[in-house]
């Protein structure tokens, strides 16, 4: 039987690969090749399960609406720095810790069922608390989320990097994204099929199903076979983490790769202040099934193509998103800043979410292969745990001037981020290939 399954999944490999030679080992241990079709299928399922999750779990929409439902509205503004920079802060000493250990999916295993614990205490807070008190309690279950996350992070590069092939890498990104993206509207659609407002009860079984899928994902990813990697340089997590930051000063390329991955949280960043902007100018309850739509579409129809363009060239995958993100942004800035109001329809955010969604997919999927190829050995630890901190700072700096901008209009953000975007597109075009 277990004959039977390690055929079939060698054949969809084969398939997924798309070549005659399916076992190419390029950039990965010898003795990790016979293992490439299982290791592939368990790192795809794993993938595309906390995908689900994280749907369930949304701070922009989910989670909002829960602290709102609970009295607890003046929190959420925490939600998204939280989210974002609590998992990636820490990631330095963080990645000194993983790097110590030959075998890392134990990090990520541990990070999955701590992010399937921290989602079960949100569910519990919310379904035994009130007010402050339950929004407290999901904030304080939100901030071991991220922590837990910025594991899976780390390890999860150096477990795909020692187990997927270059070349192959990227498409496996984008197949668990198209996956991810097409189960997501599935959910979407049952979410708001009846338009009407969901009970506290239905929100805490989603966040129950969530946790479930993490546990289910962390399952998953035991049966992966990973070779010992290198434990060289291993020390005092903190001290390796502050030595670490020195890769910024002596490495060049990576110097670069961060300066442009920095310019490039215009794809991220612009999203809230599309919604806010057609919250203004239309009706938002439907509108919010829309963006939810929208969201899921652009991965589902572009992260499969982004990925097989990044085993080709990550670094065009980088500029073509770049370029999309900065031209929607202005697109849509200029719209509002040049045109009359009677001329806009609120239907158009959406639309324009949709195109910066696909823009964003191939900005993400693009700089993480990029920086799983540009690595060999601990330094992929090493330069995803310090990109990762470095960015989680610069998030909520950005974040911060962005907060600023919209005292003079949300236009002025999506503005200044489109510009922000054009940097980063050109930068982008100054990186080397690594492919």
């Known amino acids: 039987m277990a004959s039977q399954r390690r055929d079939t999944a060698e054949q969809l490999y084969s398939l997924i690969a798309n070549e005659e030679d399916a ?29 689900l999750g994280d749907l369930l779990v949304n701070p922009k929409t989910v ?32 990645g000194a810790w993983v790097r110590q250990k030959p075998v890392r999916k134990w990090f990520w295993i541990g990070g999955s069922l701590g992010q399937a614990a921290s989602v079960a205490a949100m569910a519990a807070s919310v379904w035994f608390l009130e007010g402050n008190a339950a929004g407290l309690g999901v904030i304080g279950a939100l901030i071991v989320f991220s922590l837990a996350r910025g594991f899976c992070s780390v390890a999860m590069k150096d477990v795909q990097g020692k187990s997927v092939p270059k070349t192959r890498r990227g498409r496996l990104s ?139 060239s990550s670094r065009r995958v980088m500029i073509r998103g770049a370029a999309i993100a900065s031209g929607v942004c202005l697109a849509v800035g200029g719209l509002n800043l040049f045109s009359e109001a009677n001329l806009r329809s609120a239907w158009l955010y959406p639309l324009a979410f949709f195109v910066l969604g696909i823009a964003h997919a191939g900005v993400r999927l693009g700089r993480k292969t990029y920086l799983v190829d540009m690595a060999g050995g601990n330094k992929r630890t090493d330069y995803t745990a310090v990109s990762n901190s470095v960015i989680g700072v610069l998030l909520l700096v950005t974040g911060g001037l962005s907060a600023l901008a919209s005292l003079i209009s949300a236009t002025a953000v999506i503005i200044l981020l489109g510009l922000m975007g054009a940097l980063g597109t050109v930068s982008a075009i100054r990186m080397k290939e690594v492919e």
């Open 23 to 51: 076992r190419l080992c390029k950039d990965i241990p010898d003795n990790a090749c016979h293992d490439v079709p299982r290791n592939f299928f368990l790192i795809l399922g794993s993938l595309v399960l906390t995908k």
């Open 63 to 94: 989670l909002a609406w829960l602290l709102g439902a609970v009295g607890a509205s003046g929190l959420v503004a925490w939600l998204v720095p939280i989210r974002e920079s609590g998992s990636l802060i820490p990631q330095m000493a963080i």
């Open 174 to 312: 984008g197949l668990a994204t198209t996956l991810g993206g097409s189960a997501t509207v599935v959910l979407t659609v049952l979410l708001f099929w009846n338009q009407g407002d969901p009970s506290t009860g239905f929100y805490v079984a989603l966040l129950g199903m969530a946790a479930l899928l993490w546990v289910i994902a962390g399952v998953l990813f035991a049966g992966i076979e990973e070779e010992p990697g290198e434990t060289g340089g291993g020390g005092h997590a903190l001290q390796e983490a502050i030595r670490s930051l020195s890769l910024l000063r002596d490495d060049p390329p990576f110097r670069h790769f961060v300066v442009t991955r920095s310019l490039l949280l215009c794809s991220a960043l612009a999203s809230p202040y599309f919604v806010l902007l057609a919250q203004q100018q239309g009706d938002g309850s439907g509108l919010l099934a829309g963006f939810l739509l929208a969201s899921s579409l652009a991965s589902s129809v572009s992260a499969t193509i982004w990925g097989w363009m990044a085993d080709t």
